[in-house]
Every structure is written in C-alpha cells, then in structure tokens.
Nanobody, 117 residues
Framework: QIQLVESGGGLVQAGMSLRLSCAAS??????????MAWYRQAPGNQRELVAR???????TYADSVKGRFTISRGTPKNKVYLQMRSLNVEDTAVYYC?????????WGQGAQVTVSS
C-alpha cells in the first residue's frame, strides 16, 4: 500500500511562486518503480495532468504550465516537488500528487492553491 501526503499549498498573489511537496510511504521497491505526477482540479472542471516525471527522469508538462512549473524528484525517490512560478488566477485549484505503478494510480488527499489577482 502506497500513501501520498502533499504539503505546501496556500494563498498567494498573482506573479508569485509556490512549491508543493509530496512524500510517498510504503514499499521502497514500488516507490522506486513509480512514475509520479501532479494533477489539479478547479471548481467545475475535470482533473487534469499538470506535470509528470517518469522513472527514467523524463518529464511531461501541460501546455498551460510549460516554462512556469518544474517537477522534480528527490533523493531518495519517495519525494516529488512542483515548483510553480509566475502564478496566475487560472492556476487556482486543488493540486493532487499521484503515483503510477504499472498503470494503477495512487492519490494524495490534495492541497489547495489559491492565486489572488
């Protein structure tokens, strides 16, 4: 069983930066094999992929955050970060950490990010 716990959400003004953290606990073998990602869901919208980092370090970003957000994985590999820069009001959402192990997604509880104008 893998558990994910996010931290670092909050209220910021447009143009500012924020960093989200996610810590995974459970089987080290599974954690090292997982791809990890950040999703977000704004009110009335579907959950969408923000950024993903695969086991080989390959990263993928949503077009809306390219050049502003950076996903990274810590050492040991049980932590993943999302550095968010130049935030705008459209980035307001609940951000979820996710871990993909052989197609099965584990989810964190979510962290609220609110960007004020």
């Amino acid at each position: 069983q893998i558990q994910l716990v996010e931290s670092g959400g909050g209220l910021v003004q447009a143009g500012m930066s924020l960093r989200l953290s996610c810590a995974a606990s459970g089987s080290t073998v599974v954690i090292n094999a997982m791809a990890m990602a950040w999703y977000r869901q704004a009110p009335g919208n579907q959950r969408e992929l923000v950024a993903r980092v695969d086991g080989d370090g390959t990263t993928t970003y949503a077009d809306s955050v390219k050049g502003r957000f950076t996903i990274s994985r810590g050492t040991p590999k049980n932590k993943v970060y999302l550095q968010m820069r130049s935030l705008n009001v459209e980035d307001t959402a609940v951000y979820y950490c996710a871990a993909d192990f052989r197609g099965f997604l584990y989810w964190g509880q979510g962290a609220q990010v609110t960007v004020s104008s």
